[in-house]
């Protein structure tokens, strides 16, 4: 992961602030371990707590942990050191992971979410309908949606039109 093409934010979750990265290459987030071992645990030390977890989730085989990479964050002293880093999927495993009383909410939120996804893949209209509300809620204008919807309908295209001429490596989708 180059972090020069990252973007971080903070989050707050419980009034605890969560050290995000958007990775714009890969475009998803990464959350620092750390963090979310600290406020799901109700850890002074979310190190600790997860150098421990890591261990154990090692021993288990659990592949979670392999799935972890390090990205420099600011720390608590104004400090860059590098933390481990999950993608939501990863985050969600170890939140599973993690006995306490403060994982059940976000466990409940995540069964919600499944049940949504699930839905859509039975009609795919709620998925199109979730995207424009979200674009509506994060302030964007109708002219903007309907630009943006047509812009990802003909990258679709596009790539399919590309795999179709046998294009199928990430380095070949980035010449063309």
Not at 155 to 162: A, F, G, I, P
């Amino acid at each position: 992961m180059d972090q020069d093409k990252m973007h971080l934010i903070n989050k707050i979750f419980n009034n605890e602030t969560i050290r995000t990265v958007w990775d714009k290459e890969q475009e998803k987030y990464f959350i620092s371990v750390v963090d979310i071992v600290r406020v799901i645990s109700e850890s002074k030390d979310g190190r600790k707590y997860w150098n421990k977890l890591k261990q154990r989730l090692t021993e288990e085989g659990n592949e979670t942990v392999t799935k972890c990479h390090q990205l420099k964050f600011k720390a608590q002293d104004g400090k860059y050191r590098l933390t481990d880093v999950v993608d939501i999927e990863g985050m969600f495993r170890i939140i599973e992971s993690i006995p306490s009383k403060n994982a059940e909410p976000i466990k409940q939120w995540l069964a919600k979410l499944g049940s949504e996804r699930i839905d859509e893949v039975f009609d795919p209209s709620i998925s199109a309908q979730r995207s424009i509300d979200l674009y509506r809620t994060k302030g964007f204008d109708e002219e903007w949606i309907t630009k943006r919807l047509k812009g990802i309908q003909d990258r679709h295209k596009l790539t399919d039109v590309w795999k179709e001429g046998g294009i199928t490596e990430h380095k070949e989708y980035a010449i063309l």
